[in-house]
């Protein structure tokens, strides 16, 4: 049988495809049954049944590198759960019955340009990778609609098939000119190309959401700054119409499970986790900046601290600053109770600090440092007047963004 090389991001199911076509099988699931045996009996030993294991054995290539190199798999798991954050590629889709891609294709999809220019540079076309991608209606290099393909045995053909007969149908490609329509596609192709590890997505989520003081949703609280909310403020109502109608629905208030709880380790698919990333982040670089600095870091190096330090304004921020803003740590050093040093912050204005530390954090303690003590007295008074007019104690990070625009005033 010939097992042909795979083109650059070349999906693996329609890979699996072409090899089926030029081996002279009738079907991709007779391909499948000839290379792997019968369905029933990988159920009773409870085997691998995957055809890109085979693929990839015979062209010498490992599976999880085919996987991340031809499957959805790095987008569709780009911050899965914390059970399965250890998981391999191959262990996700170890019990599957049918091609890696199952749970996300439902058509295929391809562009008119990037099908000539294929087979202009290499004799053929073939479906890629980049075009199946949920919420991306456009070619990322063309900029065009994609066309569609309502056929169950298209991974079997080339793009060119229907090209032919004009057996496509145009995707409606809703405010696909949006600046945040744009990210979106762009954040997509960047995260099925270049894996991010879980855990620095999260922590990252969670600084930016300190930074824009929006609310974390948990359980069944809703917040009026919740991550949903700030996703549904800022796509267009075109395409959130097609691709997460659930944010529009007359229901909705507030609070969405799979965009709210993505990034507190039940994780969700990957159309929430682009849409959470495009609405914090302008680029993959902006996602990648800023090095992740826990509070607990400097911990064993504690500061001088002055017996008065507590009596004055100035003498409590140093110490506030010092302490990075941790009020467990103040108590210990100036030897009161938690209580103590929580009205402490209040009398003297300074505001609540997330325990995971951003560059507001940074911006905000300079500004203290550098203040005098009329500019103290005067952001004490702005922030118990603040404090004053709320309710309730609102997002982590409100207390914070307040703080630093009553300080940059």
Known sequence: MIIVEPMPSELGVAHAGRISYLAGFSTLAHFRQETLGKSRNHRKRDEFRQPFKVIAARLGIDPETYLAKHSLLPFFYACP???????????????????????????????????????????????????????????????????????????????SYYIRDRRYVRETSPDSDDEIVARYRALAVSLLERRIEPSHLRVRVGQRCIEYAIGRARKHRSCSTSLSRHVRSRFPHGWLQ??????????????????????SGQGAPGTAIVMVLTCLFASIEDLNTEQVVPRTANRSAQPLVQTNASDTAHG?????????????????????????????????????????????HHVAFERILR???????????????????RSSRGSSGAELAEFLRISGA
């Open 81 to 159: 759960s914390h059970k399965k954050e250890s998981y391999r590629y191959q262990d996700l889709v170890n019990g599957w019955l049918k091609p890696a891609d199952g749970p996300l294709l439902k058509n295929l999809r391809f562009c008119l340009e990037c099908a000539r220019q294929d087979a202009l540079d290499a004799g053929i076309d073939w479906w890629r990778r980049e075009h199946q991608l949920p919420g991306v209606d456009v070619c990322i290099h063309h900029c065009q609609p994609l066309n569609l393909v309502q056929d169950d045995r298209a991974a079997e053909r080339l793009p």
């Open 242 to 263: 097609k691709h997460r109608p659930t944010l529009l629905h007359p229901d909705y208030a507030g609070r969405d499970l799979m965009i709210d709880a993505a990034f």
């Open 316 to 360: 409590f921020a140093s110490l506030f600053v010092a302490m990075q803003g941790d009020c467990q740590r103040i108590a210990h050093a100036i030897s009161c109770s938690h209580d103590t040093v929580l009205r402490l912050r209040r009398r003297f204005g300074l505001p609540a600090v997330p325990r995971l530390l951003t560059a507001a």
């Open 371 to 389: 203040a005098s003590d009329v500019d103290l007295a005067h952001w004490g008074m702005a922030m118990r007047r603040y404090w004053e007019s």
